[in-house]
């Protein structure tokens, strides 16, 4: 098992409704730097990828942006990061998030959230990758969604040693106790 040393965090590029969702953004934040590790995301400065990139940067932690051409204006392109990659797509974003970090975690947020998670559980499933997978779950966003993992288990579409590569956790600190200690 290798060290932690950064951690890619998947999140919206809106806030939700939930003032509850920039606040755990910020604990993660804090998780994070008191953890030493530094934040891998997708260089917005917009939703919750701006509260965590900023709450990370306020407290003294490391962050990278990976962001596409296509989505600076878009998702307003953080300019005060560690560092900050500009690529050509989102493929290629997402591996290079992918390449950069050695845990993931997804925090409440869309389509694309949903997707980098996926696609993350996918390749742990076929071996490209063994790094650890989580949930935030703040306040049961996530609770239909692991419900459905464990249909899919019960239904015999997903194995229960992949069901179980996604940790879920409701407190940024737990989660991240649990990557370290895997």
């Not at 993350?120 to 063994?130: A, C, E, F, K, R």
């Not at 015999?156 to 040693?161: A, D, V």
Request: glycine residues 12%; charged residues 20%.
């Amino acid at each position: 098992m290798q060290q932690l040393k950064s951690i890619c965090v998947y999140c919206g590029a809106n806030g939700g409704v939930s003032p509850r969702y920039a606040d755990e953004a910020r604990l993660l934040a804090r998780a994070m730097v008191d953890a030493n590790l530094s934040l891998v995301y997708g260089g917005g400065n917009v939703g919750l990828m701006g509260v965590i990139a900023d709450e990370v940067l306020r407290l003294g932690g490391e962050v990278t942006g990976v962001i596409p051409t296509a989505l600076v204006e878009r998702e307003v392109g953080h300019t005060g990061l560690t560092r900050q990659f500009i690529v050509k797509d989102m493929h290629e974003r997402k591996a290079m998030m992918a390449q950069l970090a050695d845990g993931f975690i997804a925090m409440p947020g869309g389509m694309g959230t949903m997707e980098e998670l996926f696609e993350m559980l996918t390749w742990s499933q076929l071996g490209i990758h063994s790094k650890p997978i989580g949930l935030l779950n703040v306040d049961g966003f996530y609770d239909s969604l692991v419900g459905f993992i464990d249909h899919a288990r019960e239904q015999g579409f997903i194995k229960p040693q992949h069901a179980d590569m996604m940790m879920v956790e409701s407190a940024p600190a737990a989660l991240l106790t649990r990557f370290i200690n895997r």
